[in-house]
């Protein structure tokens, strides 16, 4: 066991294993999200529930970030071992024949997703941060009411903030549309199955990514 | 010096059970001083090196490809022969011995035969322990297809790539003992000449083909596995690299060289399109079973096919010549190799050829689409189906029998196989001749080993379909191992050869001179051109069929072609740099000598037997008028030719064929 | 028909190359692609010239010899072949055509279009075989009875041609169809079965010591494997790499 993630085969495995925790997470993000758009209500108390619940807050909010930063880091880490490993470039190279755009560009796709976190967390997760654990307001109040919906919906005004989320999650489907099947391909599953879960993955690195693009106009035309 | 075959006495089934028993050994503390040299690393070489270096020797093995598994056993198709009896149709050891020397139409040794029979099923057994995925049926047990020229089903295949699996089997024993240190393996690298000590074999000079570095390599005993020299006709199913060298450089230093003439020319290869040809692609003899040969009746619509008027599918039966079926109703389209090989040459010199080279015969499935799409519709209880429909269910099953191959025509021809007929031809395949070995598989040098195709022994004067597998590996897993240890035996108190004296000095220096003159001799005729010419040459006056007056015209251009090619062959690029070129003409230099050779020995024997055929030596009337006529009388022996110079001074030394156990007959497919 | 050919030249491995132009002409649409090099090449004999190198041997698809990246892919633009399979009718008269060599860290070129692939030779030295001796003692070949599915699988995985292709092709010039195939291979047999473990951790470590890069699971190696080796065995490879791992 030891030494595993020092070889190839063992950073794909700890690359998918990541995407997958990853996955799991903008499922569950998505679902909340659109609770702001079925019922403002359900939303803020989902909202606030997760966001003072302990075991979110110190247990699984940590592990996610550390699974971002791996994911990140190693995905670097990746490319530029590849890079290393290719040695001349080729002078014509014809990669469209044989493998899709996006695959070919999980780094440039992952590092604007990137780009789009780090705003994303200026945007939410640093304001949000502040007011509970700095500022140590953690009633979850503004006004006598949750503060959730408003904040988010008022995020959503300047029409700049939506083109760039929708920017952000464009790129999200293009990371998808090749990630999803690869972390499967990764860990081993590639069997009779393949051909369903490639079809679910399609789905899923479409209709995530559109959804939260959904809830963002939403947002912006009915505040 | 007499020819010594070292065949051991007593019954012929026991011979070499009973030669092991009393054989000398090394014990195998003494192995590891001893040094082997396997020269060519195919089926041959690769199963020898893997398995000396088991044994406990220290094996050095060579090849010019980038890894053993490149060699040209890889491109064996159809599948590997062995006496198992799995399908309990009668088969046995002295079933598959005496198919064998029928096959090779009584010109080869029978106790080398039997051992290669006896052998044959314990290399099944070896293979499959190694990992090489043979074809299964579905109970989990090995299946077998039948081949050309016998009765039983007796061929393991593995798909269409026997020859790359087995290949794959033994490299895959070779990497473990390269990975043990037991072999030390010379990729890249080319045999120039063999190294005589004391009249023994004792090491070999080779080329670091990257660097142009001229290397001394010792031993106690060299093994050549070299393949054949089919290239001698420049167009040949052999790969590009494959090349006489090794084997003539030993003949040169003393090895007897048998047999050169008998030449294997395949019926079923696909035909030339142009000049610019560099090597023809050979489609399993399997395709016989389902396909029909046939050329038009009729000159005009040969005419009308070549000018493009007509297609071969506009024909009516009637108007079709399958003269395979009308020469041989017995064997009709599956008659042995060399038979169908001549019989397209007599259409095609008669101006029956069907492409514009006029050297082309149709291979058609017609008739198996019909015959199969009739049998699945009943099968699949299909009332009144449409022609169309026929077609449709019979093609799917020849696309699942053959569908590789004819894949592999579509790629090359550009035409759809399932439309329109294939166009075959024959092409030069395997050498049955090649350095003439005893028992031991020794050749006339002392310690001097040669295996697989680069040896005369098994196949006579004509091969059966999936024997050359069998051969190779048999020699290399199971005899060679065993017999070498008598050689060896003797020399466990030899210690290291040294590579630093007179003899290596003067054998390096002969190979250094022949570089030097290729890379300075600024001629302005590059070497595919001689090599072309010679080809030419080979293929008219000393192909399918052979008569006197072209074999002595044969000895004397190629003689003039080997004067010119000394005098005027330009070398690009230097010696001490990878340089094809280089590397190409040493190797036209030998084949421009096996040659003339080959043409004398064709011209002494003045029989016509297996795939050598004299048209002086035909049966002139009865009912096998036109057919080969073998002279068991004069010429049942081996010829084996030691070198003299001059090839046409090549002195003959017989080796008289005794047939105990087989009584000879002439071969019928009436 | 008439093509212009940019060609890597260079002399050997430690001399920069560069692009060189060469014009062709009369070129048969029925050549083989490896003919249509034979073909310049004797004209640069011809005229006094070093000719091209290039990997050739058996020209029938089976050796695994000949490596070019012809318009930027591993053996050109048909599919299922290899370089001397491909025929000039798969370009057009005044075509100008890019030929270099396969890339790869571990594939360093030799000279021309030739490369070194003795990183290949040296992953199968690490475990590429089942350790048992010759002899005439082994156990009958029907002992062990293996279903046809697995003997076909293992076959399909067997007909790697071990070209380099699909390092040619990969964008991190990784290795893994290849030692997928040969991995899988043995796995899908009993035979294979006693030293599986350690089969694949050898020769998955040897992979990473010469240099390959890692799978980002783009599928270029499928696509453009001469012999349609499928994406199945680097999965598998990946399976008994991890379970080998798990159980220590």
Known sequence: MSGILNSSIGRKFAMALSAFFLMIFVLQHFAINLLSVLSPDTFNEVSHFMGTFWVVQFVIQPILIIGVIFHFVMGFVLEIKNKKA?????????????????????????????????IHFIDFWFPEMNTKYIVGDMSGLHNGEFRYFHELQEKFVPIWRVALYSLGFVFLALHLLHGFDSAFQSVGANNKYTKGLKGFGKAYAIVIPVGFIFIALFHHFNH | ???????????????????????????????????????????????????????????????????????????????????????GDGDSTYRLFYDTVKGGDYRSREANVYRLAEVSANIIDQCVAQGVPFARDYGGLLDNRSFGGVL????????????????????????????????????????????????????????????????????????????????????????????????????????????????????????????????????????????????????????????????????????????????????????????????????????????????????????????????????????????????????????????????????????????????????????????????????????????GEANFSDHGANRLGASALMQGLADGYFVLPYTIGDYLADDIRTGKIPTDTKEFDDAE?????????????????????????????????????????????????????????????????????????????????????????????????????????????????????????????????????????????????????????????????? | MNLTLKIWRQKDSNTKGQMVDYKVTDISEHMSFLEMMDVLNEQLVNSGEEPVAFDHDCREGICGMCSMYINGEAHGPDRGVTTCQLHMRMFNDGDTITIEPFRAAAFPVIKDLVVDRMSFERIQQAGGYISVNTSGNTQDANSIPISKHAADE???????????????????????????????????????????????????????????????????????????????????????????????
Request: glycine share 8%; aromatic share 10%; net charge neutral.
């Open chain 2, 509 to 670: 220096k002969e190979v250094t001179e022949r570089i030097n003159f290729f890379v300075n001799n600024k001629g302005t005729k590059s070497v595919d051109y001689f090599h072309k010419k010679l080809g030419k040459v080979m293929w008219d006056k000393a192909g399918m069929s052979r008569n006197a007056q072209g074999l002595k015209e044969a000895m004397a251009e190629i003689k003039a072609i080997r004067e010119e090619f000394w005098k005027d062959v330009s070398v690009p690029g230097g010696a001490n740099e990878m340089n094809p070129e280089l590397e190409k003409a040493g190797r036209v230099a030998d084949f421009l000598e096996l040659g003339e050779l080959f043409a004398k020995d064709a011209l002494v024997r003045e029989e016509s037997c297996g795939g050598h055929f004299r048209e002086e030596s035909a049966e002139l009337d009865g009912p096998q008028k036109g057919e080969a006529k073998r002279n068991d009388e004069e010429f049942a022996f081996v010829s084996a030719w030691e070198y003299k110079g001059e090839p046409s001074e090549a002195i003959l030394h017989k080796e008289q064929l005794e047939f105990k156990d087989i009584e000879l007959k002439q071969r019928s497919y009436k």
């Open chain 1, 86 to 118: 290719n040695g001349v470039n080729y002078v014509r190279n014809n990669g469209a024949a044989n493998s899709t755009w996006m695959s070919r560009n999980m780094i440039w796709s992952g590092g604007f997703i990137l780009v789009f976190l780090v």
């Open chain 3, 154 to 248: 293992a076959m399909d995985a067997a007909t790697c041609i071990g070209c380099g292709a699909c390092v040619a092709s990969c964008k991190n010039s990784s290795a893994m169809l290849f030692v997928g195939a040969k991995v899988s291979q043995y796995a899908l047999l009993p035979q294979g079965q006693v030293e599986a473990a350690e089969r694949v951790q050898n020769m998955v470590a040897q992979m990473d010591l010469e240099g390959f890069g890692n799978c980002t699971n783009t599928g270029a190696c499928e696509v453009e494997c001469p012999k349609g080796i499928s994406l199945e065995n680097i999965a598998r490879m990946n399976r008994e790499y991890l379970s080998a791992n798990l159980k220590g």
């Open chain 2, 152 to 451: 039983v089903s007796r061929t393991f295949y593995a798909k269409g790539q026997t020859g790359q699996q087995l290949l794959l089997g033994a490299y895959s024993a070779m990497n473990r003992q390269i990975a043990r240190g037991k072999i030390e393996m010379f990729n890249r690298h080319e045999m120039l000449d063999v190294v005589i000590v004391d009249g023994k074999a004792r090491g070999i000079i080779a080329r670091n083909l990257i660097t142009g570095e001229i290397e001394r390599h010792s031993a106690h005993a060299v093994v050549v596995g070299s393949g054949g020299y089919g290239n001698v006709y420049f167009l040949s199913t052999n790969a590009m690299g494959s090349n006489a060298t090794a084997a003539w450089k030993i003949h040169k230093k003393g090895a007897y060289f048998a047999n050169p003439c008998y030449t294997q020319i395949h019926p079923t290869c696909i035909p030339r399109s142009g000049d610019y040809q560099s090597k023809l692609t050979l489609m399993s003899e399997s395709l016989r079973n389902d396909g029909r040969i046939w050329v038009p009746k009729h000159m005009e619509d040969v005419m009308a096919i070549r000018e493009g008027r007509k297609k071969p599918t506009d024909l009516s039966e009637d108007e079709r010549d399958y003269y395979l079926e009308r020469r041989y109703p017995a064997f009709g389209n599956l008659v042995p190799r060399d038979v169908a090989s001549r019989a397209a040459k007599e259409r095609c010199d008669a101006g029956y050829g069907v492409n514009q080279t006029g050297e082309a015969v149709y291979l058609d499935f017609a008739s198996a689409f019909e015959r199969y799409g009739k049998e699945q519709a009943k099968i699949q209880n299909i009332q009144n189906p449409t022609p169309a429909k026929i077609k449709e269910l019979g093609q799917a099953i020849v696309e699942a029998k053959y569908g590789n191959l004819f894949q592999m025509y579509e790629k090359i021809i550009d035409q759809n196989p399932y439309e329109t007929p294939m166009m075959i031809y024959p092409a030069v395949h395997y050498t049955m001749g090649g350095v003439w070995v005893d028992y031991n598989l020794m050749t006339t040098i002392p310690g001097c080993y040669c295996i």
């Open chain 2, 1 to 87: 010096m007499a020819l010594d075959s070292k065949v051991p006495k007593g019954p012929i089934k026991d011979k070499w059970t009973d030669y092991k028993n009393k054989i000398n050994l090394v014990n195998p503390a003494n192995k590891r001083h001893i040094d082997v040299i396997v020269v060519g690393t195919g089926l041959a070489g690769g199963s020898a090196a893997a398995t000396l270096a088991e044994l406990g020797y220290n094996v050095k093995a060579f090849a010019y490809q980038d890894s053993p598994r490149r060699a040209h056993s890889i491109a064996a198709q159809g599948g590997i022969n062995a006496a198992k009896n799995y399908q």
